[in-house]
């Protein structure tokens, strides 16, 4: 059957979930809690499918690379040492007529991404009017009105560069209140002063009796990694260059936390610091970005779903950083980083806890600090991309429509259904024969209720990447048809063969060969 097909929007994709058991407010029956969301029954699956097939890459694929799972709780030292404490703040403003908190530098960088918007309009047009002898490159360098745009956004952000290295909230508020910039929800012009505000949760360990410690949920699963250098290095006999993994819950009081679940306040990372030896962190670098983009593309997603942005302004203890970003529903944003932190936070919590963590290298004789390149991927925002890249909508060619969501079958939450095709004559009995040795393999769902075509759509609509109908003549030969969910193509196979053909095509192990 044609198809005409269309990606969804990220309204329809935050209701597709609700309505298909993916993700849920959290304590919705509450009125839910601001950027707060749970996973729900296929959700959770995506999820542990997606951490699957990242530790099997990462962890199991790489001789170097052990895992971990460290306390969310650290000493209160560790983030004094890490630099979270003085420096893991966003600036702050309100509105001071509507009321709304805002990101100062959200406020700025959205009005520099409507002066791009603007050059982008104009280069779409000349593209259009020039046709094949367009060139974009001359374009960009002598169009007056790009020009002139584009000095506007380097001015801008050298100003506001300035004002963030510096920390000059006055400046920061200057630049607002010059530009114009109003609250986009109200118009108001209205802004407090800029100020400082940490992402970091506190709470407190011990009773007052005791005299209690002020704690903090870590912002990051990394530093959990770097106080266990040591513990792995030695208990694990260790040898640079190696590798800690490590999957896990942060939490960062995001000041405004949006677009459902890219920006949340309490998230998961799948991190791996990768020690090497000083001088050939570059290098890894540019391995580990080469293997991060591949882990990606295995996934078939579409290629020209990513890039790279190079950082330009690197944080003072790196010495080179990249985010691949991901063409979300809301465009181009940060899915992944991966960094080269130098020798920062080892050195750091030598100073703080004075403990050496350092490596001793046989060949050369001596001791030294291991630098570290990372790699850091939000499993939450994993899975917003790969739900909106594979959410379609289609209208078939007999006037239908069926929502699908296209899941690479490794990561699909159900890997098959199993159906009778009437709920009578000795189908269901069979059928849960069928279903008794394949859920033995994979995760398998049963279903006699409704029509076959309704229940062919609802396993569309969570992924399902094959149903196994059981019909009259399954009685008769012992064969099923077997649906594929992209094509809808049925085919017969016996049902002796049914498990290899479904293994074939569902396993980890076809994705994970892509790799290697
Ligand atoms: N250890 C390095 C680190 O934490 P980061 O760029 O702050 O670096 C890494 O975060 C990844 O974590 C991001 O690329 C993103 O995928 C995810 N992430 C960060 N903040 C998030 C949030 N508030 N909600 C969901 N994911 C988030």
Known sequence: MAKIEESGSLKNIIAHSKEYGFIFPSSEIYDGLSATYDYGQYGVELKNNIKQYWWKAMVQMNENIVGIDAAIFMHPTTWKASGHVDAFNDPLID?????????????????????????????????????????????????????????????????????????????????IEELGIADPVSGSKNWTDVRQFNLMFSTELGSLAEGANKIYLRPETAQGIFVNYLNVQKTGRMRIPFGIAQIGKAFRNEIIARQFIF???????????FFVKPGEELEWYEKWK?????????????????????????AHYANAACDIEFDFPMGFKELE??????DFD???????????????????????????????????????????????????????ERTVLQLPPALAPVKVAVLPLVNKDGLPEKAREIMDEVKLEFNAQFDAKDAIGKRYRRQDAIGTPYCVTIDHQTLEDNTVTIRERDSMAQSRVTVDELIKTLSDSVSMTKLLKQLS
């Open 95 to 175: 509105n001071k007529d509507s009321k709304k908190r805002y990101r100062a530098d959200n406020l700025i960088e959205d009005y520099v991404a409507k002066i791009e918007g603007k050059i982008k309009k104009e280069v779409d047009k000349a593209a259009k009017r020039f046709g094949d002898s367009f060139d974009e490159e001359q374009f960009l360098s002598t169009n007056p009105r790009v020009l002139q745009n584009q000095e506007k956004i380097d001015t801008i952000n050298a100003r506001f560069k300035k004002a963030m290295d510096e920390e000059d909230f006055a400046d920061m508020k200057a630049l």
């Open 263 to 273: 920006r949340m306040r309490e998230f998961e990372q799948m991190e791996m610091q």
């Open 290 to 314: 080469q293997t991060r983009i591949k882990w990606h593309k295995a996934l078939g997603l579409g290629e020209e779903n990513y890039r790279f942005h190079d950082h330009l302004n690197l």
């Open 337 to 342: 980083g991966i960094h080269s932190r130098t």
């Open 346 to 400: 080892l050195k750091a919590h030598e100073e703080h806890s004075g403990k050496k963590l350092q490596f001793f290298d046989p060949v050369e004789e001596k001791s030294y600090v291991p630098y570290v390149v990372e790699t850091s991927i939000g499993l939450d925002r994993m899975f917003l991309a790969i739900l909106s890249s594979c959410y379609k909508e289609e209208k078939l060619e007999d006037g239908s």
